[in-house]
């Protein structure tokens, strides 16, 4: 694991310190460069603090935008340094700053990947800025994976209430398991509704890979079997149950 700034500093310089032969540094280098390092570190604190207050799904949807800000705040400053003249003073001045810097990253990242595990108590907003955090940082060695983590996430969700909602239907014999199987669908109706805005929430934030967003063929079957159902019951006349005559064709209108 490693800091990025950390890494940068390493690809900027080729040799030890003590056989630095550039030009000395002036007065302008050597402040900018306790500035951006200060201001770096207060950063780092600050993201530390933020993600200490997530508790729950409001608390990080309320730090989502917050954390999008820091490490916006954060790649700008480490655009900074990287136009500094690494001479041997302005360098060293940076060495100092690093090793305070790279201890807070390393305090604050199981704090991240705990939030991640966690999946973000359901935020999709804050999941993604922690999955891009992390690969800023070089966590993960295969960025492409993290990208698709979030839609495959997502739809292995929706398979699994679409498949609960078809199951309790097709046992509907009767005025009893329709109105069971009513219950069902009203559920997973609603998990519906909510995992469709994860799902805009995601594709609005940045724009992924057609075949991340590519929808399950397991969904795509799910719904027809829901559909095969919908017409059953519809023949039935759903059983004298008063819900299930709207509740199923809205679900379908949800199902992508």
């Known amino acids: 694991m490693r800091a990025a700034v950390l890494f940068l ?18 007065a302008a280098s050597t402040q900018a460069a306790e500035d951006l390092c200060s201001k770096l570190i ?20 309320a730090a ?49 990947q705990e939030l991640i595990d966690k999946n973000a108590y359901g935020s999709v907003a804050l999941l993604e800025h922690l999955r891009k955090h992390n690969a800023d940082n070089d966590i993960y060695a295969d960025a492409d994976t993290d990208v698709a983590i979030p839609y495959a996430d997502i739809y292995q969700r929706m398979e699994t209430a679409l498949n609960r909602a078809v199951y309790n239907l097709r046992k509907a014999t009767d005025i009893y398991t329709a109105t069971e199987a009513a219950g069902i669908v009203s559920e997973s109706y609603a998990l519906q509704q909510s995992l469709m805005k994860e799902l805009t929430t ?41 819900d299930l005559p709207s509740l199923i064709p809205e679900y379908l209108k949800l199902i992508p």
């Open 64 to 112: 989502a935008p917050q954390l999008e800000k820091k490490l916006q705040e954060m790649r700008a400053l480490l655009a900074g340094l990287e136009t500094l003249p690494f001479d041997a003073e302005t360098t060293q001045i940076i060495t100092n700053n690093m090793m305070e810097l790279t201890h807070l990253y390393q305090s604050y990242m199981p704090l991240i």
């Open 202 to 242: 995601l594709q609005n934030l940045e724009p992924h890979p057609a075949e991340n967003q590519a929808i399950p063929e397991s969904i795509t079957q799910l719904k027809a079997e829901l559909e095969r159902e919908l017409e059953r019951l519809r023949e039935l006349q759903f059983f004298g149950e008063p």
């Open 42 to 61: 207060a950063n780092a604190k600050e993201i530390d603090a933020l993600l200490h207050t997530i508790r729950d799904t409001a608390s990080a949807d």
């Open 9 to 26: 500093w390493m690809l900027t310089l080729n040799m030890p310190l003590q056989a630095w032969d550039g030009p000395c540094a002036d």
